[in-house]
């Protein structure tokens, strides 16, 4: 099994920051694409960040310029530092992981938990 956890989330300020984190667990081999999706209420899910193996990332244009997806291999995680925070960008943020739990396995999707982002006054 494989398990994504999401942390960081919480109540901000506009114009703050928070990093989130996304830790994948258990049986992997490899880890290939990760994303970062957000959900507003009563709004469709919507790909944020994305970053691939060998480190390219991509960005929604609502978060250009103000997230940045990063990734440590040697555990397992990958983050979401997001500055210049504004109401819009709350949301429960969820990660999405492209595993493969053996060397012969093929790739399987996996998802977290989620973790409410607030940005209010």
């Known amino acids: 099994q494989v398990q994504l956890v999401e942390s960081g989330g919480g109540l901000v300020q506009p114009g703050g920051s928070l990093r989130l984190s996304c830790a994948a667990s258990?049986?992997?081999?490899?880890?290939?694409?990760v994303d970062w999706y957000r959900q507003a209420p009563g709004k469709q899910r919507e790909l944020v960040a994305g970053?691939?193996?060998?480190?390219?990332?991509n960005y929604a244009e609502s978060v250009k310029g103000r997230f940045t997806i990063s990734r440590d291999n040697a555990k397992n995680t990958v983050y979401l530092q997001m500055i210049s925070l504004k109401p819009e960008d709350t949301a429960v943020y969820y990660c999405?992981?492209?595993?493969?739990?053996?060397?012969?396995?093929?790739?399987?999707?996996?998802w977290g938990q989620g973790t409410q982002v607030t940005v209010s006054s």
């Open positions: 258990g049986s992997i081999f490899s880890i290939n694409n």
């Open positions: 970053i691939t193996s060998g480190g390219s990332t």
């Open positions: 999405n992981a492209a595993v493969k739990r053996t060397r012969w396995d093929i790739v399987g999707g996996y």
